[in-house]
T-cell receptor, first 116, second 112 residues
């Protein structure tokens, strides 16, 4: 079964600084990987996803993530934080090619705070 | 296009009462899901349905039941609510199992 570990339940960065949210996964088959964002009192929205092909994936709002198979990682980055980036971020993995067991597994989330 | 709608938005419920949370999607997605979100635990899958007419158990199914009579609707029923079911419940859908999931706005349920 797949699993996801998000290092750091809370991360604080200054406005304009680099954002780095860490995600490591385990999967028995080539994974599909996702980052979702949740703003207060809302549902989750897809930021970006990796399926196959190019390992650097660009998403909405200036975020990107790189799939590193050797490190089993899919860290999320943004060069310059904005106040509007304050939210909770969830990494998820899908065993897409594991027929009958393709369900997404979510990490426990990282709350990002932006310091003015 | 509305996407996914959930009802009610919030509810306070007495322990022992029966409650059905409604979820409707208009994207003609095959797969639908119910999650609960609790502080520090992330999202945990309660039940899922890969296609109309089929359902399956997720990580935390006890005390919950679902049905999938058609493509669009996926109601979640608490037969006899208990305080530990106090949570925020999210419905989601995807084209197929393992694909990108699209989430509803959630239902905040408090069981007293």
């Amino acid at each position: 079964a797949q699993s996801v570990t998000q290092l750091g339940s809370h991360v604080s960065v200054s406005e304009g600084a680099l954002v780095l949210l860490r995600c490591n996964y385990s999967s028995s088959v080539p994974p599909y990987l996702f980052w979702y964002v949740q703003y207060p009192n809302q549902g989750l929205q897809l930021l970006l996803k990796y399926t196959t092909g190019a390992t650097l994936v660009k998403g909405i709002n200036g975020f990107e993530a790189e799939f590193k198979k050797s490190e089993t990682s899919f860290h999320l980055t943004k060069p310059s934080a904005h106040m509007s980036d304050a939210a909770e971020y969830f990494c998820a993995v899908s065993d897409y090619w594991n027929f009958g067991n393709e369900k997404l597994t979510f990490g426990t989330g990282t709350r990002l705070t932006i310091i003015p | 296009i509305a996407g996914i709608t959930q009802a009610p938005t919030s509810q306070i419920l007495a322990a022992g009462r029966r409650m059905t949370l409604r979820c409707t999607q208009d994207m003609r997605h095959n797969a639908m899901y119910w999650y609960r979100q609790d502080l520090g635990l992330g999202l945990r899958l309660i039940h899922y349905s890969n296609t109309a007419g089929t359902t399956g158990k997720g990580e935390v199914p006890d005390g919950y039941s679902v049905s999938r009579a058609n493509t669009d609707d996926f109601p979640l029923t608490l037969a006899s609510a208990v305080p530990s079911q106090t949570s925020v419940y999210f419905c989601a859908s995807s084209v197929g199992p393992g694909d990108t999931q699209y989430f509803g706005p959630g239902t905040r349920l408090t069981v007293l």
